[in-house]
């Protein structure tokens, strides 16, 4: 017979659950997973069921040695025991944020269409201009006043594939959390050729969208460098 989860170590499943998600949601792993203005609710959700799990214990610490039984409180290993599956995720495995692996299985890359114009603001302070490659692709088609044209900008992300004369540079984008991720991609034009899924930081001027996708921009790179990947590495 397989052991059943009785009141007791329901509760503690509970907490380890619960404390689970407010560490999560106390650091920065938590932007693997979500966006950032999830934080709170992830907290919150931990601190509650941190509480249901001391209201259970102290209701097993109650009832204990009352000739009732136990076994409606129980329930067996396909629901209690897979309470651990997220707690050994979260704080053993800690899986890392999606990447290129991802980006490159979605065949539905997020584009921006270029039928619609609007104002945007106007790229204030000295150039370079460090823009989210969502940002800066929805400037450029959407963009009456061309905000992006004609003056230096950088664009974090990682390289998704190589072309000849340069590289794919992209990022995901999540609307709610990881599981709606999808790429935004801009084609850089460079003689330098980093190494597919490394992360470097783009410095160019826009130079055009690709004639075979007219929805992507290119960025005719004058620098290109390697770095960590962000805190945050989601657009």
Same mark, same amino acid.
């Given at each position: ?40 609710? *992830?907290?919150?959700?931990?601190? %509650? ?11 097993? @610490? ?24 997220? *707690?050994?995720?979260? *704080? ?36 370079? @201009? ?16 061309? +905000? ?8 974090? %992300? ?27 991609? *801009?084609?850089?034009?460079?003689? +330098? @050729? ?20 007219? +929805? ?11 770095? +960590? ?7």
């Amino acid at each position: 017979m397989v052991a059943v989860v009785n009141a007791r170590t329901q509760a503690y499943l509970i907490l380890l659950f619960g404390g689970a998600l407010v560490r999560l949601a106390a650091g920065d792993a938590l932007l693997r997973y979500v966006r950032p203005v999830a934080r709170p609710w *992830v907290l919150l959700a931990g601190i %509650g069921m941190i509480v249901l799990a001391v209201a259970l214990l102290g209701n097993a @610490h109650r009832s204990r040695g009352s000739a009732a039984p136990t076994g409606g409180s129980s329930f067996g290993v396909p629901t209690g025991w897979l309470l651990l599956a997220p *707690v050994i995720a979260i *704080v053993v495995v800690a899986p890392p944020a999606l990447g290129s692996f991802s980006a490159d299985r979605e065949s539905s890359p997020v584009s921006a269409s270029a039928a619609v114009h609007k104002d945007f603001a106007g790229l204030t302070g000295p150039a370079p @201009h460090r823009l989210g490659l969502f940002d800066f692709t929805t400037r450029v088609l959407w963009d009456s006043a061309r +905000t992006v044209s004609g003056t230096d900008v950088t664009l974090t %992300g990682f390289v998704l594939s190589q072309r000849n004369d340069g590289f794919v540079l992209a990022r995901l984008v999540i609307t709610c959390c990881a599981a709606d991720a999808r790429p935004v991609e *801009v084609f850089v034009r460079s003689p +330098t @050729h980093p190494a597919e899924d490394s992360w470097v930081a783009v410095t160019g001027r826009y130079a055009g969208t690709d004639k075979a996708q007219p +929805t992507f921009p290119i960025l005719a790179a004058s620098i290109v460098l390697t770095v +960590t990947q962000p805190v945050n590495p989601y657009d």
